[in-house]
């Protein structure tokens, strides 16, 4: 279970202080956000039924019953026939394998994972929409992670004569969530990476302030915990994902992210619980 400590999906380091955000891009009062739906694994823990777990009162840890096993076997298979039918949709294939890694739960399907990654590197970006900052940019990143060649300047496209960034962009609040993501994992010398950084911050710190509190939150949690430099148990915590366009296995993920965090709270609980018996016993004397 180690692997376990590897999120706003559509959606760490605070950005330095940047320089007012130019006229030109300067955040409208008025500003859309993706669907998103509110989702705690800690919130929703009690989920699993008390036929599936029992407390062992003389241990203090819970053990699970067989139900429960067959419960966390089958959410597996489910998944992993996703993560097969979504092989011809590709943004959706991307947001999957996104949402698998922010909850924790990637581990269990890495063989999954990489082929899809290497199908989506061997395509021709012509096969691609270069249109979609969301779309460029998560691709982009997933590979870059995994260690693919992927060269900054598929972004070219987003960029007018000057090489900055187009203006007709600036309401994309999710594009440039997903862009300053994928600025994280730039490498010395790569330009529009950095470049793609200040402008994302800025605007993303600008829009801040004029989004409700729940959209808000969502955007700052994008500045401060971009996921290149987080650890996934602690921002599924806050983990929001985007209800439109899934086929279902939402649900899947959720709750098998739920049950592995129920299993890992268990072992960790045995563990502490062995260490003081062990001082207890006075073997650490």
């Not at 395509?123 to 060269?151: A, I, M």
């Not at 994902?241 to 129920?262: C, H, I, P, R, Y």
């Not at 299993?263 to 018996?277: F, I, Y």
């Amino acid at each position: 279970m180690a692997s376990f400590h590897r999120f706003c999906v559509s959606s760490l380091l605070v950005p330095n202080n940047r320089s007012q955000i130019s006229n030109a891009y300067r955040a409208p009062s008025v500003l859309s956000m993706p669907t998103t739906q509110k989702w705690s694994i800690t919130e929703d823990l009690p989920f699993i039924s008390n036929t599936s777990k029992q407390h062992n009162h003389q241990t203090g840890y819970r053990t699970f019953s067989d139900e429960f096993y067959v419960k966390h076997e089958k959410k597996l298979k489910d998944i992993r026939r996703a993560l097969r039918e979504v092989e011809e949709t590709p943004l959706e294939g991307l947001v999957m394998i996104d949402t698998l890694q922010r909850l924790g739960i990637d581990y269990h399907f890495q063989g999954e994972i990489g082929a899809l990654l290497q199908k989506q590197q061997r395509k021709s970006t012509r096969d691609y929409p270069e249109h979609d900052l969301f779309e460029v940019s998560t691709r982009f990143r997933l590979l870059r992670q995994e260690g693919h060649n992927v060269p900054a300047d598929v972004f070219n496209n987003f960029r007018d004569k000057e090489g900055r960034f187009k203006s007709e962009l600036s309401r994309d609040i999710r594009g440039f969530m997903s862009l300053y993501e994928a600025s994280q994992l730039s490498i010395q010398g790569e330009d529009i990476l950095d470049q793609a950084a200040d402008f994302s911050s800025q605007l993303l710190s600008g829009w801040a302030a004029n989004l409700d509190h729940h959209q808000a939150r969502l955007v700052r949690n994008a500045l401060t915990h971009p996921y290149h430099k987080s650890v996934a148990t602690f921002m599924a915590r806050n983990f929001h994902f985007d209800s439109k366009g899934q086929n279902g296995w939402v649900n899947n993920l959720q709750e098998l992210a739920k049950m592995d965090l129920t299993m890992v709270q268990s072992m960790h609980q045995k563990e502490v619980l062995q260490v003081s018996q062990w001082w207890k016993d006075g073997f650490g004397q």
